[in-house]
């Protein structure tokens, strides 16, 4: 005597259509989720772009330097006079520039807060009013079940 396998098919489809899925819900999550991630991509290119034209600015100021110091001199003292000039406005430059990369780094974190702030609030948003549904329908099918198991 052979037993039969249950067909769990039935029983599967009615637990799906007991508890229906929002994809509408989905839907705007990932949509929050992208517009989050498209708008963080454009801090940080923003930034990048900034901060390489700092660089390439740092060094062209440096260049300069450079070709001032290696001019030839007249006297002996003016190598070491233009070796310390050098050497005092490198300092002197470097000082600007890192406080030029500071205020890039401080606007990124800026604008990242205020990101990440605007999306936690969306997100909230958007699972408030999805729980608030799945509750209602899952109450909804819950009746149901009931009243037809009476």
Known sequence: MATKTQDFTAIFKDMADAFPVDTKAMEEQFKTQTALAEKMSTVALDAAGKSAEQSAKWTQDTIAKLEEMSKAKAEPADYAKAMTDFAS??????????????????????????LVLAAGKDISEDMTAAAKKATTEVTAAAKKATASAK
Request: charged letters at 25%; a negative charge.
């Open 89 to 114: 406005a490198t300092a002197e430059s470097a000082a600007e520039h890192m406080s030029a990369f500071a205020e890039i780094a401080k606007k990124v974190q800026t604008q990242t807060m205020e």
